[in-house]
Structures are given as structure tokens and as C-alpha cells.
């Protein structure tokens, strides 16, 4: 029996150690026993792997959605363009971009897009409301079985209420034209709940080109029972539609040519829809477990930049990025509980399939919006099938393994449709790679208070663009270009140990290597695929997590990485992966004391090098955010967010590359305006201080 009592033991002794690094009270997730079986899929299998609740998020200031994915320790999320396109994504040393190496799931759909007009496995979360946020599983590494594309450095699974408490209008309002709307509703009819949400808002932001975001988003769901044994149909609708001021060359601002918060270009920015409709069922026994996840998106893109500036004349080097698709897929899981005679092992087989029906995939010269050159259109057809098999078995009171075993196979039929120097850039590509898993666990101990030890080491890949895949011929100027592998291996392990040494306190330690084949990326901007060479990252993370007392908490981590190339560049002999943050830190004190609620967030972010010598690097710089609530009444609301508490002047992001302002292409400096760029520091500016009011009414 001792066996058969050994997880429900772990968890009381444990608490929330597994939990997510977030302003609440963190638990583990509940472990299920019946009849000598148990259901294992809630045990942490690694040190840095947690589940963050709704409750832990309600006090959290954002000033975007995609911030509620800060509750990973270490992720970092910015901007470098205007608050209709996918944020800036960091973790790990990785620049992630907009996510080319961390996968999100929204209630079992995929978030980042294959073979994408931006940039691969774009990951846009505007869409997401997080008042509807019920939770977010994560893991970090590519140890779970269950992750597979873009999941190198982790993986993100985030799901929606299944109903609410009490149905509410929240009305927000703020500096630089913010306004929102959110209303939000509930009625349960016998063991159906149906949920809708409507949301409608708008921000110029503190740009001296007006944003003139305009934004609309609904969801409808109706649930039955729970996520083990229930099902779900969820309807998404979002739009949005923005003016963007890009990151600029720093000396455009330093020489007066634009203030702190001005554009170059008058009309970039662009418009985006994602719709969506996602199944869910499961159903769990004491002989075992089954879930089915089915869902249908049709999402599109139109997407105007000038990142360059004006290397090529005063009229701008604008370019249209458009994505016209329809994705598909789903999941199956079928898991066995073997029972004491095979010592407790709960067995897993499973099933993953996702296509890609892209229409329209271009590129083009603009001016002003206005297409005035087709550089490359294609239409793709991508097909991602994965089969998954896992064994998780309790060997003695202190021993526990996760075995599994992942087979990828993904298929892409690219055909050019248009572009003088892309008709030859079609064909097909595909590959499979099969991806081992192992996982230990040791305790727990009792140490300076219950320990447990953790070893976890895994394969895994992110695809590349299957355009680049059978690239022939530079789309911009017809020269030869080499083809990429359709997807990048990567190997990880990871050394790590969660503790809770004090009543109150809960802390995880890890220590983490990663190898990478390859730094391959997509060049959007131009439509070709660049190579950077192989690279190995390793870092150290701790987070902890306390509760002084009742309504109290603090959580603070803090994350070091290093990132090598394993070849030094031979332009300039270095050896640093641009863009890679080698340290981060938080710390977040939130408080719920009857009638006032609120949190403070603190944020550093390291200096890091912008090009592979590490000469030039980014300034570092710490920022708070504050949000401060009261209850009026039970049913009436109302709070403050404080953005950039101590209006910090720093960049939200930086990069080092070629550009030319106007000024400069007008008077021919350095080559701008007839094709040659000046090299130097390109930046975007964080926003400053901002204040937010929003006022709730419940019922």
C-alpha cells in the first residue's frame, strides 16, 4: 500500500512546488488514485514545468495579452512594431523572434504558423482575453513527448474558463486614446455551461503617428463536466487593424530627424483575423484515459514594413507580407493504468496531425500600401503527423522514469504562382525525425524540507520554411541560393531540484544545455532563408515562490544563459548569437486584503550583445508595473494599472543591422539612397508611463 499512497503523500508534502512562477498561491496540479491506478499526467516531470491558474493571473497589470505568458520564469515578451503583430519572444538565451522556438496551444489549437509570410512559427496572441485565461500549463525543454514543432526551448498550453462565477461588463479607459470594452456572460443548463465574451478596443499609444489599433474579439463555449471527463466546442472570432511606428536607426533620434516616439514610414502597420472553431473531449476511468482534440482555423495577414528605411531612394523600401491560410488537425491520446503489477505504470499512445492550406503566401514592393512589384507568391501545402508513445512507472518510494518516444513526419509541396525570379523556387520537401525522451525523478527527501531531484534529456526540432526548402534562385534577384533542411534538430538535458525549506516557501533549481543544428531563419523581409550555423546555449534558473501569509504573495526568479555559435562568423571572427538576453530577473508582490487587491512587477533585463563580437550590445535597464483594485461593493469594481511605473527610458527592444533615415537617403551619406546601407543601432523605444482605469460591474 505504501506505493499505492506515494503521490497524494508527495503532493501534501510538496505543495506547490510544481506550480507556475505567478501572482498566486501555486499548487500541483491534482493527482488522481483509484483502485491502485493513478493517473500520472499531473506529476511534475521536470523541475521547470508548472501550471499557472486564473486566480494568479487576475492580479497581474498587462500592458498587452501575450504578457500572461510571463508567468514563465525567465520569458521575456516586447514589442518591436505596432499592437496588432506578434510580440518579440525571449527564453533560454534564444531570441525566439515571434516565437520560432516556443509553441503555444489555445485550448488544443496551435498558435505559431508553419511557413509563415513574417517570419516561421509566428505566434500572435492578441487574440487572447485574459479575464477568460481558466489556465496555463508549461513546460520548458524538449522533454515531453506531447511537444513537438517549435517546442525547443518549451511549450505553453493555455485554456479557457469553463464557466464563469458571475458574468461582468468591464469598461477600461487610459492615456493615449485607450479604451476597452469587455463584456462577458454565463448561464449553465443542467450539466451544459454556455460562455460568451465580446471585446472591442482601440490605442494610439504615446506615438507621434497615431496607432489607430482597432480591435474586435468574441468567444463562445459550451462545456460539459471537466477537462478529464467532459467535453468542450469552443467558436473564436478576432480582427484587428493598426498603423505601426517600427524600430528605427538610434541616430534618427539622437540627430533630431524624429523625436523619441516618431516614424519614419506614415503607413506601416497592417490587418489580421484569426477564426477558429475547437472540439474537446475526455474521458477518464480507473482502467485508463482518453482525449480527442479536433480543430478547423482560417487566418490571414496583411502585413506592411520599411524596416530598412531608405537604402534604395526617398520613396521607401516598403513591402507587403501576406498569409492567406486554413489550418487543420487535432490530437488523440489513449492512456492505460497497469496497476500495481507493473508497478504503477500508466502507458500512453497517441496521434498528432495538422495541415496547413495555404492559399496565398507573397511578398511585395509597396509604396504607401500600394503594391507596385510581386517579389514572390507562392501557395503551400503542409501536412505535420506525429505518433506518440509514453511510459511513466513509479520503480520504488524515491524512483520515478518517464520514458517516451516521438516520430515526426511533416511533408510540403510549395508551387510559385507569381515573381520574375521565383517561378523556379517550387517542388516538394519532406522529412522525419524521431525523437527519444527520458526522464528521472528522485525523492522526495526529506531534506531541509521535502526535495525532489530531477534529470530530464530529449531530442527535438523546429520546421523551417518550406519555402527555403526548395529554393532554388534568390526571389529578389534571380542568384543561386542553397536549400535548407526542412527542419533544425535540437538536444537538450537539464539538471534540476524543487524544495520547500520553509512553511510558506517553495523553490526550483535548474541547470540547462542546449544544442541547436542549426540557426536557420527566414527572412521575411527579403523571402529567402538564412543560415547562422550550428549553436550551443547552457544557463542556470531559480525561481521561488512565497506566502508570508494570507493574501500575501512574492515570486521572484532570476535566469542566466550564455549562447554560442559553435563556429565563429568569418566576417568578423565572433562567436555571440545576436540578440540572446544572458540575464533576467523578477520579482512581482501581490496582495488580496478584503476589499484592495493589486500587484507590483518588477522586470531586468541584461545588457546583450547585437551582432557575434559582442561590441556592440544593448543597454540594460529594470521597469515596474503596478495594478491597484478596489471593491466597491461585491458586484462593483474598480482598478488602476500603472504602466512603466518609474517612466524608464529604455528600448523595448535593439538590433544592430543596415538602414538609412530619410534624411540620410536624400542627402546620399553613406551610400543610402543608391542601395548601401549604413550599419548601426536600430531601436524601438519602450512606452512611458501610461495610467489605465477600468471599472467592473458584476451580476
Known sequence: MQHRLFFPAALAALGSVGSAHAAGVPTLQEVTVASGSKDLTGVADSATEGTVTAKQLANRPLLRPAEGLETVPGMIVTQHSGDGKANQYFLRGFNLDHGSDFATHVMGMPVNMASHAHGQGYMDLNFLIPELIGGIQYRKGVYAVEDGDFATTGAARIDY?????????????????????????????????????????GYDGPWNQPQNLEKYNGVLRLTSGSAANGFALTGMGYKADWTATEHVPERAITSGEIGRYGALSPSDGGRTHRHSLSGDWARTTEAGASKLNLYVIDYGLNYFANPSGYINGVQGDQHEQADERTLWGGQVKHSWFLGPQWKDTELSVGAQLRQDRIGLLGLYATENRQRTQTIREDRIRETALAFLLDARTQWTPWLRSTLGLRRDQIDARVTPLAGQFNMSNGGDASVGQTSPKVGLVFGPFDLLGPTEFYANWGRGFHSNDARGTTARSNPQDGSAVDAVPLIVK????????????????????????????????????????????????????????????????????????????????PDNGGRRVPNAIPLTASLGLIADRGRWFGGLRLRYLGAYALEETGEQKSAAFWMANLKAGYRITPQLQVTLDVLNLFDKQANDIEYWGGACTRNEAIGGSGGCGAGTAIDGRLVHPLEPRTFRIGLRASF
Not at 162 to 183: C, I, P, T, Y
Not at 494 to 499: A, F, K, S, W, Y
Not at 514 to 534: H, N, R
Open 161 to 201: 474558463l469553463r464557466k464563469l462565477d458571475k458574468s461582468f461588463v468591464e469598461l477600461g479607459m487610459g492615456q493615449h486614446n485607450f479604451r476597452r470594452l469587455l463584456a462577458a456572460g454565463g448561464q449553465s443548463l443542467g450539466d451544459l455551461n454556455l460562455l460568451g465574451a465580446v471585446e472591442v478596443g
Open 490 to 569: 535540437a538536444k537538450g538535458s537539464e539538471l534540476g531540484v524543487r524544495t520547500a525549506p520553509l512553511k510558506g516557501w517553495h523553490s526550483s533549481l535548474s541547470v540547462w544545455q542546449m544544442d541547436l543544428a542549426s540557426e536557420l531563419v527566414f527572412i521575411g523581409d527579403e523571402g529567402i532563408t538564412e543560415p547562422k550555423g550550428a549553436s550551443r546555449r547552457h544557463g542556470i534558473e531559480w525561481s521561488n515562490y512565497i506566502t508570508p501569509a494570507d493574501g500575501w504573495i512574492v515570486d521572484a526568479d532570476i535566469a542566466w544563459s550564455q549562447a554560442r555559435f559553435k563556429e565563429a562568423n
